[in-house]
């Protein structure tokens, strides 16, 4: 095992968009392909010197499952490079930060990409077991007389697809569901979600006018010849005031509706990762260091769906030596307000620290100047696959331009997942 510090030396993303808007006829691997062509063109390095990639994706289309060797493909980068898909929900390209990092640490690799990629757009319509099976069945008929005596069990709801959803298999509720019922047990109000997410939205658009974003977000051109440089969804005018006229979405008494939670999404990221000794030879000046990395899973049956950061917090700092109060930004992700700010609860709660982690304090108070200063997944898109390697790279950034040290990242995901990162800049 190399004690060398595992460096991000650059990073892009795609513009995030709305599902099925302008993004809707761009397959996954060309979202990706982009991602990876233009980290490689902005460090300026020859890409036969790249060990491997790892992209996340959450619903990889069917015809090409390991999504990172197909963008690989599209990318043009060439084909020796080994590629590796990884699925962890929402933190699926986080984790593939943590894989290549781990992968350089173990001394396997010295340059590798880590990314993440999701297409809603893509997402195809699924039919029922019973309909798979007559299907299978027929095809496998030799004989007409097989085919016509086995069409006879034909029944038209074999037809009927099955809706495209985001549930929870063991519980059968959707995020939404499991975010509206956290927020009844952590007593967050609807005021204070509709609140949050406009704060959300104008602290976006500021940080797009002030050319932010535009500095690592990639423009991408669209089969119908558009040329998309820009997220979709921010809303320089929006409210709370206005977002509280919207409908709850999830429960007729709840407080999730679509203007206080992350849009579907169409998008892709990626940073590129090497040994600090690999970027000097090569010339380049790291954005920063992954300091700790820590996850954690809930019961889901007696926790709520996505609080896992809450518990990966104090391990991540422990692991990096540091304490609350040495974070100088927090990166936590969107998928809904209410969810953030149920966490913010229990991270400074004394009693939940006591119950849950068996601490005598809280884990800390969150100052809220520094959480998601340039916006977060409510205005700028949640692409499942691709939110952990936008944020890593969103803390570097900030950081840098802010001339401060330390940030933290958390990440809720499916399956009462967790994970939660220390980024240092240099």
Known sequence: MSMERVVIVNGVRTPFVRARTVFQKTPPSTLGGVALRETIARSN?????????????????AEGTNISREALFDSGLPASIPCTTINRYCASSAESAAAIAAK??????????????????????????????????FGRA??????????????????????????????????????????????????????????????AHQAWERGFYSSHVVPVATQDGKLIDRDTDVRADTSAEKLSKLRPVFYKDGTITAGNASPLTDGASAVLMMTETRSRELGMQPLGVIRAVATAGVDIKKEPLLIGPAFAIPRALKMAGVKWEDIDLIEMHEAFAGQVLSTIRAIESKQWAKDKLGLNQAIGQVDRSRLNVNGGSIPLGHPFGATGTRVILQALLELRARKKNLGLISICAAGGLGMVLVVEAI
Do not use: C, N, W
């Open 45 to 61: 390095l020859d890409p036969k010197l790249v060990d491997e990639v790892y992209f996340g994706i959450v619903s990889p289309p």
């Open 104 to 137: 350089i640490s173990a001394g396997q690799i010295d340059i590798g990409i880590a990314g993440g990629v999701e297409s809603i757009s893509s997402i195809r319509a699924l039919f029922s077991q019973e309909a798979t099976d007559f299907f299978q069945d």
């Open 142 to 203: 030799k004989t007409t007389a097989q085919k016509l005596s086995h069409a006879t069990h034909l029944r038209p709801a074999f037809f009927t697809p099955l809706a495209p959803g985001i549930k929870e298999p063991t519980t059968g509720l959707t995020m939404g569901q499991s975010a509206d019922l956290m927020t009844r047990e952590f007593q967050v109000s609807r005021e204070e979600q509709d609140q949050f997410a406009a704060d959300s939205h104008k602290k």
